[in-house]
């Protein structure tokens, strides 16, 4: 899985240049890990796989805007939030 926020593209603390829906799912990773989520619909919980420890991780509940998380999968068991986006580099 490539790094979209290596060095030779933008930091992670730079701003996303546009962003993608997520659609979670419980076999399936996103296609490159992400730092950040947007919530636009309805807040709640996002459930996600850390995209460097492996590690399980819930939120939540989490309101309407973008959150700092570094995920790899986003759980489709365990997600309530909708309106979810992620950013590209």
Do not use: E
Request: with cysteine.
């Amino acid at each position: 899985m490539s790094d979209n926020f290596s060095a030779t593209a933008t930091r992670i603390t730079g701003p996303a240049l546009s962003a993608f829906a997520i659609t979670p799912s419980d076999s399936n990773d996103l296609p490159a890990p992400v730092r950040a989520v947007t919530i636009g619909t309805l807040p709640g919980t996002v459930r996600y796989t850390h995209a460097r420890t492996g590690a399980i991780c819930p939120t939540g509940p989490l309101p309407v805007g973008q959150h700092s998380i570094w995920a790899k999968r986003i759980w489709y068991t365990g997600t309530t939030a909708t309106g979810l986006t992620r950013p590209l580099k």
